[in-house]
């Protein structure tokens, strides 16, 4: 009787112990392992544009601009005429935005295109809500603003007071850009 006594309290004392020791283990474990849970820790797909520039100083005529209307806006910029890669670009906008849920009504979608018109039709068809423009002096900016290793076109992030926010690479996962920007409106107080 004795006997089980004793080992129900040696059972009773090791739980106890790893109560306390458990937690401490596991931080040991993390921080040795290099796995860093700090919040700071998270990595951004997109590409910070520092100095944050203000497109209505640069470009107040910008056509940009008047679009906005006080929301976030991600935009395509494609130089070319839009061709299989532009045209997926612009699925993985919209879906970018759909991704959205809720705060999708707080995000406007752009595309930004060269001299060559895109097709009517296939943005009436799959792209409703799209606003399309051409304005070269933006075009030049984004491409001045963007990290020269990056490459042309790609994905803008403006927010709703006309700052210039962040890059995103032309083949990005468009999870990725969905978790920075939803990251963004979480925090943002605006648009």
């Keep these: 009787m004795t006997e089980i006594r004793k080992g129900k309290g040696r059972v009773q004392l090791l739980l106890v112990a790893a109560v306390f020791i458990g937690p401490l283990a596991l931080a040991a474990w993390l921080y040795f392992a290099g796995q860093d849970m700090t919040p700071g820790s ?7 544009l520092e100095p944050i520039v203000n497109l209505g ?7 940009l601009l008047a679009s906005g209307d006080g ?18 670009s612009l699925y993985t906008l919209r879906q970018s935005r759909l991704m959205l849920g809720k ?18 039709v296939l943005l009436a068809e799959e792209h409703a809500g799209l606003i399309t423009l051409q304005d070269s002096d933006l075009k030049d900016l984004l491409e001045n603003k963007k990290p020269a ?3 042309t076109g790609g994905y803008y992030l403006v927010d ?13 996962d ?18």
């Design 57 to 63: 100083d640069l470009l107040p005529e910008s056509p």
């Design 42 to 48: 998270r990595t951004n797909s997109g590409a910070l």
């Design 71 to 88: 929301r976030w806006v991600l935009l395509y910029a494609n130089e070319g005429a839009c061709d299989e890669a532009c045209a997926y």
């Design 160 to 172: 709703p007071l006309g700052n210039l926010v962040l890059y995103f690479h032309p083949d990005i």
């Design 103 to 120: 705060e999708m009504d707080r995000l406007l979608r752009v595309f930004l295109h060269g001299d060559t018109a895109p097709d009517t």
């Design 174 to 191: 468009p999870g990725a850009m969905v978790e920075d920007i939803k990251h963004l409106l979480e925090y943002s107080r605006i648009g």
């Design 149 to 151: 290793n990056l490459d």
